[in-house]
């Protein structure tokens, strides 16, 4: 049994060095660099997919419009099983095999893409897909758990930074593909996509198993041997708790679509401002999240600082929401500073909250059922990406500017509610709020 030091130097501790020296020298040691390399390897696949699939889709399959909405709305419900599924099963064997069945899985299901051309059988694969996709997260965040510890903020850091850069360089190699516009250079890209799992496959299969339990991330407070302890449910669907901070955590998540679709949408509908700010969106926040991903990190390492994540990511959230909604009826100018400052504050909500709601999740869940409990809160990533985007057009932005300044509202006072849940659920848990120290101790 090894103890660490007092309570700040825990809370503290999310690394040393910079970017490019965590890289080097990552939470996990060589077992996570290799890992990092793997998930950047994967998401410059993610990065060929998100920006040519539409267009391969439409020109190479000869979808129509209505029918690749179908196929990607399947697609995502289809995605939010992978999560619990890959939970599940990570609590019955090991993760890393695991997570290279995922891999091969994809890699199978693109190649069938390349050979499907009926709706019916596109839609099959490409569900399978996204499956494999959200188990495959979900795995690489219980690697993270296991092989990083108690500094395991630090590689959701690095992860975030690593997983931004490929997606960025993937996007930027469809570019070129796109570019040219040959069908033969849409089967490139996404042959490129399914040929990324191939290496992040190999690369996982270079890395060692990581502990089967993590190690305890808080000192438990002294119970009186005359105390009873309270019942706990058996696993995360009856854990009542856990589950309302999923509920919760699922608009804690609205920034993806707020960047990805609101802002966007918005801005060519409802203001002045010039249709070119659009790809400046995407590169702020990828510039942002590689940038500054590090130093926010140290803003949600451990259990007073997570939940106090948590109310910032609602107060930058409602200043984003409504900065948008002053963005209408402003002149050119004001409408583009407007927007370019809600690109920046939904990005450093972003920040906060990736890592915040991690190790929440972390730590509300029971160490030895803790794959489990991880499975069901990656779900609330899944949920949004499908129930986001027609939240906002639907509702948000019919409803004009104070759509967007009632759901910063309501952000902002979820967020209170998440907060206040959390911080009391950790003191049940023996989780000091006030700050307690990470203890080194093998689970």
Same mark, same amino acid.
């Given at each position: 049994?090894?103890?660490?030091?007092?309570?700040?130097?825990?809370?503290?501790?999310?690394?040393?060095?910079?970017?490019?020296?965590?890289?080097?020298?990552?939470?996990?040691?060589?077992?996570?660099?290799?890992?990092?390399?793997?998930?950047?390897?994967?998401?410059?696949?993610?990065?060929?997919?998100?920006?040519?699939?539409?267009?391969?889709?439409?020109?190479?399959?000869?979808?129509?419009?209505?029918?690749?909405?179908?196929?990607?709305?399947?697609?995502?419900?289809?995605?939010?099983?992978?999560?619990?599924?890959?939970?599940?099963?990570?609590?019955?064997?090991?993760?890393?095999?695991?997570?290279?069945?995922?891999?091969?899985?994809?890699?199978?299901?693109?190649?069938?893409?390349?050979?499907?051309?009926?709706?019916?059988?596109?839609?099959?694969?490409?569900?399978?897909?996204?499956?494999?996709?959200?188990?495959?997260?979900?795995?690489?965040?219980?690697?993270?758990?296991?092989?990083?510890?108690?500094?395991?903020?630090?590689?959701?850091?690095?992860?975030?930074?690593?997983?931004?850069?490929?997606?960025?360089?993937?996007?930027?190699?469809?570019?070129?593909?796109?570019?040219?516009?040959?069908?033969?250079?849409?089967?490139?890209?996404?042959?490129?996509?399914?040929?990324?799992?191939?290496?992040?496959?190999?690369?996982?299969?270079?890395?060692?198993?990581?502990?089967?339990?993590?190690?305890?991330?808080?000192?438990?407070?002294?119970?009186?041997?005359?105390?009873?302890?309270?019942?706990?449910?058996?696993?995360?669907?009856?854990?009542?708790?856990?589950?309302?901070?999923?509920?919760?955590?699922?608009?804690?998540?609205?920034?993806?679509? &707020? @960047?990805? $679709?609101? /802002?966007? +949408?918005?801005?060519?509908? #409802?203001?002045?401002? =010039?249709?070119?700010? !659009?790809? %400046?969106?995407?590169?702020?926040?990828? &510039? @942002?999240? $590689?940038? /500054?991903? +590090?130093?926010?990190?140290? #803003?949600?390492?451990? =259990?007073?600082?997570? !939940?106090? %994540?948590?109310?910032?990511?609602?107060?930058?959230?409602? $200043?984003?929401?409504? +900065?948008?909604?002053?963005?209408?009826?402003?002149?050119?100018?004001?409408?583009?500073? %407007?927007?370019?400052?809600?690109?920046?504050?939904?990005?450093?909500?972003?920040?906060?909250?990736?890592?915040?709601?991690?190790?929440?999740?972390?730590?509300?869940?029971?160490?030895?059922?803790?794959?489990?409990?991880?499975?069901?809160?990656?779900?609330?990533?899944?949920?949004?990406?499908?129930?986001?985007?027609?939240?906002?057009?639907?509702?948000?932005?019919?409803?004009?500017?104070?759509?967007?300044?009632?759901?910063?509202?309501?952000?902002?006072?979820?967020?209170?509610?998440?907060?206040?849940?959390?911080?009391?659920?950790?003191?049940?848990?023996?989780?000091?709020?006030?700050?307690?120290?990470?203890?080194?101790?093998?689970?």
């Amino acid at each position: 049994m090894r103890r660490t030091g007092g309570s700040e130097a825990a809370e503290t501790e999310v690394g040393h060095g910079g970017l490019i020296a965590q890289l080097r020298n990552p939470p996990g040691g060589r077992d996570a660099r290799i890992m990092l390399l793997a998930l950047a390897v994967d998401r410059t696949g993610s990065g060929l997919w998100a920006a040519s699939s539409v267009l391969y889709l439409t020109f190479v399959t000869h979808l129509s419009a209505q029918q690749i909405g179908v196929l990607l709305g399947t697609a995502g419900v289809a995605g939010i099983a992978g999560s619990p599924l890959a939970g599940r099963l990570a609590g019955r064997f090991p993760v890393r095999p695991l997570l290279i069945g995922c891999h091969l899985l994809r890699l199978v299901t693109l190649t069938l893409v390349l050979l499907c051309t009926s709706f019916g059988a596109l839609l099959v694969v490409v569900a399978v897909t996204y499956l494999g996709d959200r188990a495959a997260k979900t795995l690489e965040m219980l690697f993270a758990t296991r092989a990083a510890g108690e500094r395991r903020v630090a590689y959701q850091a690095l992860s975030r930074s690593a997983a931004n850069a490929g997606y960025g360089l993937g996007a930027g190699l469809a570019a070129i593909g796109l570019a040219v516009g040959t069908t033969d250079a849409y089967r490139a890209l996404i042959l490129g996509n399914a040929l990324s799992f191939v290496v992040a496959a190999a690369l996982v299969w270079r890395t060692g198993e990581p502990a089967g339990r993590t190690r305890e991330v808080a000192r438990a407070e002294p119970v009186p041997d005359d105390a009873t302890p309270a019942p706990r449910p058996k696993g995360p669907w009856r854990d009542r708790g856990y589950l309302r901070f999923v509920l919760l955590d699922i608009p804690m998540n609205l920034d993806d679509s &707020v @960047l990805a $679709v609101g /802002l966007p +949408l918005w801005l060519v509908s #409802r203001t002045s401002a =010039p249709h070119a700010l !659009v790809p %400046a969106f995407l590169v702020i926040n990828t &510039v @942002l999240v $590689v940038v /500054l991903q +590090l130093a926010v990190s140290r #803003r949600a390492e451990g =259990p007073r600082k997570a !939940v106090r %994540a948590v109310l910032l990511y609602g107060v930058l959230m409602f $200043v984003c929401c409504a +900065l948008t909604a002053g963005a209408t009826g402003c002149g050119t100018w004001a409408a583009a500073t %407007a927007l370019l400052a809600a690109a920046v504050l939904v990005t450093m909500a972003e920040l906060m909250r990736s890592v915040s709601s991690w190790e929440l999740a972390v730590l509300l869940s029971p160490p030895d059922e803790r794959a489990a409990y991880l499975g069901v809160a990656g779900m609330s990533q899944s949920i949004q990406k499908s129930a986001g985007p027609p939240l906002l057009t639907g509702v948000v932005m019919a409803a004009g500017p104070v759509g967007w300044l009632a759901l910063g509202a309501v952000v902002a006072g979820l967020a209170v509610v998440q907060q206040r849940g959390c911080a009391g659920r950790l003191g049940v848990l023996g989780a000091s709020v006030r700050g307690a120290a990470p203890a080194g101790k093998a689970a």
